[in-house]
């Protein structure tokens, strides 16, 4: 039985480079409006087609060119959301509009004390037992330790040793109670052994793929959106039952963002863990 969701996405009215807050950022290198829309759209296209899933918008807003990474808005834990907060000022003003909207749709909005950097899913990952949260280039590991006191569960903090990777979804996902892909060289020794010791199928990518942002995809009840570019990812995903998309993001890895960082997803019921593998 599939379990319905909704994913919240940003239109990329504003979408565009307008400072340099990560590697992939630069100001010489400007996304294009016109393709960024339409990559957009196609990746909005591929999402309303996932069983079970609708998908619902917040407004964008001018002075908030990230607001389209909506990943990073917040972490759904149930009907309750841990509301995004940001370590470069650029994206502070972010919080407010996430928070509302979480308010107006249902959600009981959690919002970490002053001082707590924790980038919403962008950072934390659910898996069928506790949490995995990535520090210190964007969250950072107190805010970890609250939101483990928070939840009452626990909260493993894995270490992000590449600046190419500076959020945990951008090397990291979850596919499954036992099964996950990451890219091996994000993290440090302590990082790589937690998640091979807490993932039994564990698939390491690497090279351009890694690159490509190939873990950064969209994943609901065995299927699979990822970035354009990514065979051997979307080839071992095939073996295991996943049905695959591929979608153009080129204009958002601009940003140091694809097909997950424009995703935020929001189960009605059960947890974003129980919503994905293929049924066996």
Not at 156 to 184: F, K, N, Q, W
Not at 207 to 226: D, Q
Request: proline residues 6%; contains cysteine.
């Amino acid at each position: 039985m599939v379990t319905p969701a909704r994913i919240l996405m940003g239109p990329p009215d504003y979408y565009g480079i307008r400072y340099e807050i990560n590697r992939w950022m630069h100001l010489d290198h400007p996304a294009d409006p016109g393709r960024a829309t339409a990559q957009w759209r196609s990746l909005r296209a591929a999402v309303a087609d996932l069983p079970g899933v609708e998908v619902v918008e917040i407004a964008p807003q001018p002075d908030l060119p990230d607001l389209v990474f909506t990943a990073n808005g917040g972490l759904h834990v149930d009907q309750r959301v841990v509301v995004g907060t940001f370590r470069h000022r650029q994206r502070q003003g972010e919080t407010a509009y996430f928070a509302a909207w979480f308010a107006a749709h249902g959600f009981t909005v959690v919002t970490p004390p002053d001082g707590l950097v924790l980038e919403g899913a962008g950072d934390v990952v659910r898996t069928a037992t506790g949490w995995i949260a990535g520090y210190p280039q964007r969250s950072t590991a107190a805010a970890h330790r609250w939101l483990a006191q928070l939840l009452g569960d626990e909260v493993l903090s894995v270490e992000l040793i590449d600046p190419r990777y500076y959020h945990l979804d951008t090397c990291l996902v979850v596919l499954g109670e036992t099964s996950a892909a990451c890219v091996a060289e994000a993290f440090d020794a302590y990082g790589l052994a937690v998640l091979r010791e807490r993932f039994a199928d564990l698939i390491e990518v690497a090279g351009a793929e890694g690159e490509r942002f190939a873990c950064n995809l969209v994943a609901w009840a065995g299927h699979a959106i990822l970035p354009a570019g990514c065979p051997r990812l979307r080839a071992a995903l095939a073996e295991r039952g996943w049905t695959t998309t591929a979608v153009e993001a080129g204009e958002f890895l601009k940003a140091g963002g694809a097909c997950r960082c424009l995703c935020l997803t929001l189960p009605e019921s059960a947890t974003v863990v129980a919503g994905l593998a293929p049924a066996a």
